[in-house]
């Protein structure tokens, strides 16, 4: 009889034989109790929290809990319906008014997820006989995205400027363009050049939509992303992103000025046909987006803990996936999956808590221990976790004992 599940072999034998080795299972811990944006209980063990996107610390915001309180209380624990029938709450609409004001766009959209948030647009906009022109290392939401849609996909090396152009020139004169890019690659924590990709792509007549999940909060003048940092927030079409990253709960969104753009709430199928986030949950990303507005003192702490972190993992010898600190991410490249597995043990064992990236999530298959920062963490928890990550670099071999 036919296996379906045959074509996973491969990774099912890779998963036994890491196991086979001792290590813990790295991608099944369990917190018991979250103890603030940088601390937790995992494993029985108290733990620095190194691995949460939690960018802004706003998971514990008193603010952000009150809304979520009083809207679970207001309006039920669920909507039990999409937003084109019951689904749509007064904080939904609160929610997306939030959106416009943060990104200072005229029209809104928010979606029970971040990866919905990629896949609903990109599918909706750019269909058969349509170009998606995008970066090789885009999310696994991009790529869905592009196949639901069943767009020409036509990807270019990563942040590679002149690559795009020529696989702009080679798009057939009159058909439609849709140029996607990310502000923040997640894997590496690297920027990509957006002053110069959106005047390519719109040199070439192209639409261009830019997930900013990774800078939104963070990265800009008033936290908007890489957009906005490079001064071309204006000359991009659609501005996609999460609520699982510096927001601190779980949706996504987006934004836009095209003045057509409020049609997508009806031949968006992802937006059509999944039930609305519990308006406790917009209720409190609402607040939380309002109060980033006003973070030009987190963004500021945040960059320095970066900035920290970058400087100390580097002068210890790890092999970093930048040159510079370019975002909140840090990846720390390690020689292969067993040899990656051993440090992620050791720094649990310290009491720190990273996420351990594979392929064929990772770019070049590489192995990663992928750090994500937050505002919340103070100044002695950086210099404590460099204290951690020689320790462990050591007991794993990654670095000389």
Known sequence: MTDLFSKFDPLIEQRATLLATGVRDPFSLVMQRVLSPTEAICNGKHTILLGTYNYMGMTFDADVIAAGKAAFDDFGSGTTGSRVLNGTF???????????????????MVFSTGYQALLGPISTLAGKGDYIILDIDSHASIWDGCRMGDAEVVPFKHNDIEALEKRLKRVPEGAHKLVVLEGVYSMLGDVAPLKDMVRIAKAHGAMVLVDEAHSMGFIGEHGRGVAEDQGVIDDVDFICGTFSKSVGTVGGFCVSNHPKFEILRLVCRPYVFTAAPPPSVVASAAVSIRKLM????????????????????????????????????????????????????????????????????????????????????????????????????????????
């Open 90 to 108: 007064s904080p939904h609409k609160d929610c997306e008014e939030a959106l416009k004001e943060f990104y200072d766009r005229k029209y809104a």
């Open 294 to 401: 006003h973070g030009g003192n987190k963004r500021a702490h945040l960059w320095e803990n970066s900035k920290r972190l970058h400087a100390g993992l580097k002068s210890l010898g790890f092999q970093l996936g930048t040159q510079t600190p370019q975002s909140a991410i840090i990846a720390v490249i390690m020689p292969d999956l067993e040899r990656g597995a051993m440090m992620w043990e050791a720094l649990l064992d310290e009491g720190l808590y990273v996420n351990l990236a594979r392929p064929p999530a990772t770019p070049a298959n590489m192995t990663l221990l992928r750090c994500s920062l937050c505002a919340e963490h103070s100044a002695e928890q950086v210099g404590e976790i460099i204290t951690r990550f020689e320790r462990a670099g050591k007991k794993a071999g990654i670095l000389a004992a």
